[in-house]
């Protein structure tokens, strides 16, 4: 058994991925003809490569030779793997030939029959990790290069192992799939069961419309104008949410909108306590939670609070 740094122990062989694949990085960018022999292909970039496949846009093109073109061709069953934007993303190409691909892409291709969709799920368990974050350098705009790439350390099973643990995740991860178009189909479903319930409830014939404040609510709008400034946030603070935070029916507060103590003595109107209700004014409206947050929370301007009367 050997150890590998990012992923622990593993029972297979352990080689750097150079040595059971053919690494490529892509051509820097050419927006223009640079001689009469070069040619306008399309190409990928990064955001061209997503988890669940490459896209492909004819019309997102640049100038290469013609050995350009034949080098960086993409052939179906190549990884792609950003080597910037989000480092480490892959996907398999299934589509036409044609493309070439940019700097900020890697071409994978198996070398003695090593399969790229089990270097695909390699390289996903590795962007899943906080190595990366090490290998790239957080400090700085990261990027895997292909000094790095074809250094990493990957378990090296046989070509026909490789895959059969291909195969396996593939039928698992559709499944997996599957259940969770299912799961957001069923939570879509509830909500609008949900709406249907509270909309016939509220407009039945017997019930007579009654303002708010008539049933001993409260309605507060938070500060905004002459009594909040924006350069009033600061770090490490206490939360002052706005209809940006307001998610799934819950409070989401962020660590960029929170003011210091005393701002909050100064606008301790609009604090909020747990139960009340928060209704976003502006975006999305008609948004709204009730409040599970620690007590102490403010509202912003584009919010109203609805509690009892105070």
């Given at each position: 058994?050997?150890?590998?740094?990012?992923l622990?122990?593993?029972?297979?062989?352990?080689?750097?991925?150079?040595?059971?694949?053919?690494?490529?990085?892509?051509?820097?960018?050419?927006?223009?003809?640079?001689?009469?022999?070069?040619?306008?292909?399309?190409?990928?970039?990064?955001v061209?490569?997503?988890?669940?496949?490459?896209?492909?846009?004819?019309?997102?093109?640049?100038?290469?030779?013609?050995?350009?073109?034949?080098?960086?061709?993409?052939?179906?069953?190549?990884?792609?793997?950003?080597?910037?934007?989000?480092?480490?993303?892959?996907?398999?190409?299934?589509?036409?030939?044609?493309?070439?691909?940019?700097?900020?892409?890697?071409?994978a291709?198996?070398?003695?029959?090593?399969?790229?969709?089990?270097?695909?799920?390699?390289v996903?368990?590795?962007?899943?990790?906080?190595?990366?974050?090490?290998?790239?350098?957080?400090?700085?705009?990261?990027?895997?290069?292909?000094?790095?790439?074809?250094?990493?350390?990957?378990?090296?099973?046989?070509?026909?192992?490789?895959?059969?643990?291909?195969?396996?995740?593939?039928?698992?991860?559709?499944?997996?799939?599957?259940?969770?178009?299912?799961r957001?189909?069923?939570?879509?479903?509830?909500?609008?069961?949900?709406?249907?319930?509270?909309?016939?409830?509220?407009?039945?014939?017997?019930?007579?419309?009654?303002?708010?404040?008539?049933?001993?609510?409260?309605?507060?709008?938070?500060?905004?104008?002459?009594?909040?400034?924006?350069?009033?946030?600061?770090?490490?603070?206490?939360?002052?949410?706005?209809?940006?935070?307001?998610k799934?029916?819950?409070?989401?507060?962020?660590?960029?909108?929170?003011?210091?103590?005393?701002?909050?003595?100064?606008?301790?109107?609009?604090?909020?306590?747990?139960?009340?209700?928060?209704?976003?004014?502006?975006?999305?409206?008609?948004?709204?939670?009730?409040?599970?947050?620690d007590?102490?929370?403010?509202?912003?301007?584009?919010?109203?609070?609805?509690?009892?009367?105070?």
């Amino acid at each position: 058994m050997t150890s590998i740094p990012w992923l622990g122990e593993v029972w297979y062989p352990v080689a750097a991925a150079k040595h059971a694949f053919d690494i490529t990085l892509g051509k820097m960018h050419q927006a223009a003809s640079s001689s009469e022999a070069d040619t306008e292909v399309p190409y990928f970039k990064s955001v061209s490569i997503q988890w669940k496949g490459v896209q492909r846009d004819p019309n997102i093109r640049m100038w290469a030779t013609r050995t350009e073109i034949s080098e960086l061709t993409v052939q179906p069953g190549d990884l792609l793997i950003c080597e910037g934007g989000d480092v480490g993303r892959a996907a398999i190409y299934d589509g036409p030939e044609g493309f070439i691909f940019e700097k900020s892409v890697h071409r994978a291709r198996p070398v003695d029959s090593s399969d790229t969709r089990y270097l695909g799920y390699v390289v996903r368990s590795l962007h899943s990790s906080e190595w990366l974050d090490v290998l790239c350098n957080k400090a700085t705009i990261r990027h895997l290069t292909g000094e790095k790439l074809g250094a990493l350390e990957i378990p090296v099973p046989p070509p026909d192992e490789q895959r059969r643990i291909a195969d396996f995740l593939d039928v698992e991860t559709a499944r997996i799939d599957e259940l969770i178009r299912l799961r957001r189909q069923h939570v879509a479903l509830v909500n609008e069961r949900w709406e249907s319930v509270i909309h016939r409830e509220l407009s039945r014939p017997e019930s007579d419309p009654v303002e708010l404040r008539r049933l001993g609510a409260s309605v507060t709008t938070g500060p905004f104008g002459t009594v909040f400034n924006a350069s009033e946030y600061l770090h490490g603070g206490i939360p002052m949410v706005n209809p940006l935070h307001i998610k799934d029916g819950r409070i989401h507060p962020d660590e960029h909108h929170r003011v210091s103590p005393a701002t909050a003595t100064r606008l301790s109107r609009h604090q909020l306590k747990s139960g009340d209700l928060v209704v976003g004014r502006k975006g999305d409206l008609g948004v709204l939670i009730t409040s599970v947050v620690d007590a102490g929370v403010l509202i912003k301007g584009e919010d109203l609070r609805c509690g009892g009367a105070v």
